[in-house]
C-alpha cells in the first residue's frame, strides 16, 4: 500500500519559513519524480515545484528565490523549504509522487499571516 505522507505545515508569519516533508511507502522512492501542487481556497491546484530522480529541479515562477525543493533517497522523504512566506503562500500544500503511476498525500494546511 502507498503512503505519501506530509507534514510541517502550520501557521506562520509574513516573512517566515517552514520545511515541508514527505514521507513516503510503499514504492521504490528512488525511482519516482516528486512534485509539491498547493491549493489555495476558490483557487486551482497550482504546480510549486518538481524535483526529478536525478535531481533536477523546476518551480513556479511564483516562488522561485524563495522556495527550494530536496529529496533524501536514503530516507524516503521529499522536502519543500519554505522562506521569505507571503499571506499568497496560504495554501493547502500537496505531495505528488509520479513514474509509471501518480500517487497524493493527503494535505498539510499552510497560513501565513500578514
Known amino acids: 500500500q502507498v503512503q505519501l505522507v506530509e507534514s510541517g505545515g502550520g501557521l506562520v508569519q509574513a516573512g517566515g519559513s517552514l520545511r515541508l516533508s514527505c514521507a513516503a511507502s510503499?514504492?521504490?522512492?528512488?525511482?519516482?519524480?516528486f512534485v509539491w501542487y498547493r491549493q489555495a481556497p476558490g483557487k486551482q491546484r497550482e504546480l510549486v515545484a518538481s524535483?526529478?530522480?536525478?535531481?533536477?529541479?523546476n518551480y513556479a515562477d511564483s516562488v522561485k528565490g524563495r522556495f527550494l525543493i530536496s529529496r533524501d533517497n536514503a530516507k524516503n522523504t521529499a522536502y519543500l523549504q519554505m522562506n521569505s512566506l507571503k499571506p499568497e503562500d496560504t495554501a493547502v500544500y500537496y505531495c505528488?509522487?509520479?513514474?509509471?503511476?501518480?500517487?497524493w498525500g493527503q494535505g498539510t494546511q499552510v497560513t501565513v499571516s500578514s
Open positions: 505528488n509522487a509520479n513514474r509509471w503511476s501518480a500517487y
Open positions: 524535483i526529478s530522480t536525478g535531481g533536477t529541479t
Open positions: 510503499g514504492i521504490t522512492f528512488s525511482t519516482y519524480n
